[in-house]
């Protein structure tokens, strides 16, 4: 055992000693790279990152500026933390800028090969991912399809909550958010449900194997800062993920196969996105469904929940917790609600448009609490001048935008939760607006926009117009921990509990 952890310095202080080399006498120093903190010797700037990395960077920014260079490890990296710079990054370089920098432990079961989020857009089986999505999944004539879909979702959501009323038992906002979420993509795609809102169980190892993998991707890794270390997989993540993988993987495989069977026996199709997909992946057309057809649809499969469920399901757990601790805007959603909605019991999406108010407190969420908040890393395929600097060719390029929601350029009063400043100016996220990105911009925008869009929307109008909210009497004297869970989405440290009454 001294041996291995004898060979495993050793290594450890050759691969720092060439990354030296390598930064200081081939590349010349910091070379008209962005400006930024002065590297230290063998770990760069790895202790200015802290705990959270996204305010740590926003920090070194203010005083650095918006276009910033730091090496983490033997890694260059570039961080934009302005809407202009993030323009530059998503919009005039998306070309240059749109490879990803691929964490080491995404390799597991190689999930970098097949995965939606990893591939480079020139791979043809990403052009075809990326299409069967857009025709298939989040078109817009297929949501419309699905309206009633989901709006059965959200309705046994409701009937939930007024059950827990009743028995005077507190809500786990987030739990709840995440079981609708995961129904609602289960029976999109495969027809049938994953979870059971009052099962604490199922959906709970499903939220967990979701998380693993979220947190596993964002972990800093000694195989990404120190590529030549790789091979050891020191931290031993890559095997750790391997676990989660075959446990999601064990699922899909059960629907897959049930589906298989059903067509072999002649039954009806479901027309679900499973069946689109099953055909999909036939078609003789080069189109990229062909080679491995299991395993890429299990990482297909695996891509849709994962950025699917927990994401939407964070973001309604923040707003809800804005609310309840500001109380004065909860009363001028529920009042616009009454004003728009009146005694109608059910919401539908088309009075979505007339709730302004609504809109504005969805958008003030994604500008505090943006769901990741660095996006994920890009690469540069090719050295990029930005602003007069170089981004040089093989550097990871992050976004900041959680930093840009709170530059004081753009906002005023920026750390406050004020969805009125929305009232006032045309914005949306849908990646247009360069000061509002949670879900990106460019070709690498988030497929799944557009679905998201609609549910956070409809579930936010539904619990605030069927129930009056409040805490339980623990927290309330403290008032909701609005602290941060970092490493993967960016959620609540302590889960949202709150009291429902019916209205």
Known sequence: MELFHLYTLFVILTASFLCLLRTFVFTGGRRNLPPGPYPLPLIGNLLDLGSHPHRSLARLAARHGPLMALRLGAVTTVVASSADAARDVLQRHDAA?????????????????????????????????????SAELFAPRRLDAHQSLRRDKVERLVSHVARLAREGAPVDVGRVAFTTMLNLLSCTIFSTDLADLGDRGASGVFKAVIEEFTVAVAVPNASDLFPVLAPLDLQRLRTRLEKVFKRLHAIFDEQIEQRLQERAAGEDPKNDFLDSLLDYRGAEDGRGFNEYPQLILRIFLQDLFSAGSDTSATTIEWMMAELLQNLSSMVKAKDELKQVIGSKQEIEESDISQLKYLQAIVKETFRLHPPAPLLLPRQAEAA???????????????????????????????????????????????????????????????????????????????????????????????????????????????????????I
């Open 97 to 133: 800028l749109s490879a990803r920098s691929v964490p080491d432990v995404t390799r597991a079961c190689a999930y970098d090969e097949h995965s939606m989020g990893w591939l480079p857009p020139e791979s043809p089986r990403w052009r075809a991912m990326r299409k069967v999505c």
């Open 384 to 502: 990029t001048e930005i602003r007069g600097y170089t981004v040089p060719r093989g550097a990871r390029v992050l976004v900041n935008v959680w930093a840009i929601g709170q530059d004081p350029e753009l906002w005023s009063e920026p750390e406050k939760f004020m969805p009125e400043r929305f009232l006032e100016k045309e914005m949306d996220f849908r990646g247009k607006n360069f000061e509002l990105l949670p879900f990106g911009s460019g070709r690498r925008i988030c497929p799944g926009m557009p679905l998201a869009d609609r549910m956070v929307h409809l579930i936010l109008a539904n619990l605030l117009h069927r129930f009056e909210w409040g805490l339980p009497a623990d927290i309330e004297m403290t008032g909701v921990d609005m602290s941060e869970k970092v490493w993967g989405i960016l959620g609540l440290a302590t889960p949202l509990q709150a009291i429902a009454k019916p």
